[in-house]
């Protein structure tokens, strides 16, 4: 029985994390859905990865609810630093993957438990709805309606509290896109800073000036612009013939940007960008609202 949840033990850890954000929850809930197996054995499952996949989604739907019951802080997200294991399952690895992208271009704590876990196992595991209508307990309708509204609340990526900000980062692009040095200038803050992470190296460009002669190349004829959160801030995906090639974060400060964060490394984003941003998905947009 132990190695028979150990080969599941992977994908779990996908499921569980890309639902509560933490590792460390992740792990706390993989292990619960152990101990549970466990007490069950395997005598009466018929087929186990399902049966896992129920248990552990409920585990993670029961900690998202006594987090808002105790009113927790959402969780800040972002990229997993532990490189992948040699000969380790390319499946668990491609769904680690994908759960660490969505973490980090939307905040998946605007959603409901019950949306959360909805989309997750329909829009990342393609669980069938039948099958969530049990975890949650609803109609395959019902449960239906919870993936469709999370999924358009994910794609519109900005919370109200932050209608201002994205403005503001909504001018930004607007001159970088005409390349007008004086309109950017307009809009950033005389120390802000540009930190740029790329194959060769992490960039820092400071200053106004400096900032916005470096924003005025960004145009590109042919790139497509979506709104995304970036590590909980108004930020872009630019993507170019169906491929990430720039994601980009806003501090925004009294209506200046103070911080541009990016990441350019393409096989890095490759790995990180959930598959359902593309171009032709709803939403998309050559602008950055």
């Known amino acids: 029985m132990t190695d028979q949840f150990e080969a599941h033990r992977p994908y779990l850890h996908a499921i569980a994390y890309r639902m509560l954000g933490s590792h460390a929850d992740a792990d706390d809930a993989v292990q619960e859905a152990w101990l549970r197996l466990a007490r069950t054995g ?3 499952i018929a087929e186990l990865r399902g049966w896992l996949t ?3 989604s409920r585990i993670c739907l029961d900690m998202l609810r006594r987090r808002k019951v105790r009113g927790e802080e959402p969780l800040e997200l972002d990229i997993d630093p532990r490189p992948a294991a040699e000969g380790g399952d390319p499946e668990a690895e491609a769904l680690l993957a994908e759960s660490v992208g969505l973490a980090l271009y939307v905040v998946m704590d605007q959603l409901t438990p019950a949306e959360r876990v909805s989309f997750v196992l329909h829009d990342v ?5 039948d099958t969530i209508a049990d975890i949650l307990d609803r109609s ?3 449960t239906k309606m919870l993936a469709s509204r999370a999924r358009g609340r994910l794609r519109l990526g900005t919370p ?3 209608e201002a900000d994205r403005g503001v980062v909504d001018a930004f692009l607007a001159a970088a896109g005409n390349g007008d040095v004086a309109a950017l200038l307009t809009v950033l803050a005389p120390d802000v800073e540009l930190t740029s992470r790329s194959p060769q190296g992490t960039v820092v460009i400071r200053g106004a000036e400096r900032v916005a002669n470096q924003a005025a190349t960004f145009a590109r004829p042919d790139a497509v612009v979506r709104p995304a959160l970036v590590a909980g801030v108004p930020g872009i995906l630019v993507i170019v013939g169906g491929r990430p090639v720039t994601a980009m974060g806003f501090t925004v400060t009294d209506g200046l940007v103070t911080a541009i964060h990016g990441v350019t490394d393409p096989v890095r984003l490759g790995q990180l960008v959930p598959s359902w941003v593309s171009p032709g998905a709803p939403g998309g947009a050559a602008s950055a609202r």
């Open 140 to 142: 395959t309708a019902a």
């Open 160 to 162: 109200p509290e932050q």
């Open 125 to 129: 595991f393609e669980v069938p709805f």
């Open 54 to 56: 129920t248990v552990t």
């Open 42 to 44: 395997t005598a009466d």
